[in-house]
């Protein structure tokens, strides 16, 4: 059972433009929701993250809308850059004490077109 | 510098040959990490450990091994490599399980079992 779905699977957008990537949770006991950026023959970085109690996290061009009752969250990308181009993943955890670790959406791969 | 470090980058190996892939972190994080990365799927965690003599399953665990007998070291083990172990693989550190995803990543082990 896949826990945080994650599309489009794969993105182009001009240069300029806004990127964005839908995720979507099942589980209500998540409570953290970080973004990974990956660059070929990298491993994931952390982009930026939010937690459930704020519905909105700027980070430069980076921005993350979480809607708790929907239970989705998404990252838009404005001012979209061709060395934005990369693999995006998001992931949610429960950070409550428990064992698990992240889990991770399928990843969207998106190209910036110059 | 903060670091996780896996070896070897590359690795290909024949069906049921024993391999060890290392991983070593040098940020005194109790937790560390196992994932496999395979298009399509993004990454799914095959172990965790949250200490020193602790370690649990993860979502995909079966073929795999692993051990933590100092807190620094996280090798990953293949007693019997099958073609459907071939993966990209990750391991990824963390203060804590609950951090809130501050995973650092290594830079990865691409598998190849023939």
């Known amino acids: 059972q896949q826990q945080v779905k994650q599309s489009p699977q794969s993105l182009i957008v001009q240069k300029g433009g806004i990127s964005i990537i839908n995720c979507a949770y099942e589980?209500?006991?998540?409570?953290?929701f970080p973004w990974y950026q990956q660059f070929p023959g990298k491993g994931p970085a952390l982009l930026i993250a939010i937690r459930p109690d704020v519905s909105e996290k700027k980070e430069g061009r980076f921005t993350i809308s979480f809607n708790k009752s929907a239970k989705q969250f998404s990252l838009h990308i404005m001012d979209s850059q061709p060395g934005d181009s990369a693999t995006y993943f998001c992931?949610?955890?429960?950070?409550?004490?428990?064992?698990?670790?992240?889990?991770f959406g399928k990843g969207t791969h998106l190209i910036i077109q110059p | 510098e903060a670091q996780v470090t896996q070896n070897p980058r590359y690795l290909i190996t024949v069906t049921g040959k024993k391999l060890t892939v290392t991983c070593s972190q040098n940020m005194n994080h109790e937790y560390m990490s196992w994932y496999r990365q395979d298009p399509g799927l993004g990454l799914r965690q095959i172990y965790y450990?949250?200490?020193?003599?602790?370690?649990d399953k993860g979502d995909v665990p079966e073929g795999y091994k692993v051990s933590r007998k100092e807190k620094r070291n996280f090798p990953l083990i293949l007693e019997s490599p099958s073609p459907n172990q071939t993966s990209l693989y990750f391991c990824?550190?963390?203060?804590?399980?609950?951090?809130?995803?501050?995973?650092?990543f290594g830079s990865g082990t691409r598998l190849t079992v023939v």
């Open positions: 990824a550190s963390s203060l804590l399980s609950g951090a809130g995803g501050g995973y650092t």
């Open positions: 450990s949250m200490n020193v003599e602790v370690t």
């Open positions: 589980n209500t006991a998540f409570d953290y």
């Open positions: 992931a949610a955890m429960g950070t409550g004490g428990g064992a698990d670790g992240l889990t």
